[in-house]
């Protein structure tokens, strides 16, 4: 109830606690209605698509939270489409962290797909997520026409040295005018 109600909290990191989906469902369902609340970090909590799920269904109710960090919460795939799903409606979220989930190629396709709809993300870090040339590949061909993107760190991934990889990465930075940083 406290961050219903709450109207100076502005920063929220509750990481390395194990609150696990339990606790997590229970912060999403009070952040639905907190219109003050800018960053939560709920990194390394073990939630796993099971606790993303209703983190995701807050940020459509929630149009003041500007940064999210889910990292290294074991979300796999599922969890970053479900993420992505409801992201595709969210307006105020601006830096996304889903790095060392394990979202491998399906979660990396499913936030590019996000991508092509919102317009608010500016910074997203999939980085250490066993995203191979299809999830590249994604990426690359959705920042071809994304104009709100400004970094994007895919780094230790194993994206590998295929020839449509890298061509389709070096046609994306010929194409984006936005991406600051990659």
Not at 3 to 18: A, D, G, H, I
Not at 49 to 68: C, D, I, Y
Not at 110 to 122: P, R, S, V
Not at 159 to 171: D, I, P, Q, R
């Amino acid at each position: 109830e406290m961050l219903k109600e709450n109207t100076t909290l502005q920063y929220l990191n509750v990481s390395l606690n194990s609150i696990g989906s339990g606790g997590v469902t229970a912060l999403a369902e009070m952040l639905k209605e907190n219109v003050t609340l800018l960053q939560l970090d709920v990194s390394f909590n073990s939630i796993g698509s099971r606790g993303v799920t209703p983190l995701a269904k807050m940020l459509k109710e929630n149009m003041t939270l500007q940064q999210l960090d889910v990292s290294r919460n074991s979300i796999g795939s599922e969890g970053a489409t479900t993420l992505a799903e409801f992201l595709k409606e969210n307006r105020s979220l601006q830096q996304l962290n889903v790095s060392r989930n394990s979202i491998g190629d399906g979660g990396a396709t499913a936030l590019a797909e996000m991508l092509k709809e919102n317009t608010t993300l500016q910074q997203l870090n999939v980085s250490f997520n066993s995203i191979g040339n299809g999830g590249t590949t994604a990426l690359a061909e959705m920042l071809k026409e994304n104009t709100t993107l400004l970094q994007l760190d895919i780094s230790s991934n194993s994206m590998g040295y295929e020839k449509n990889t890298a061509a389709a990465l070096a046609e994306m930075l010929r194409k984006n005018r936005t991406l600051q940083k990659l």
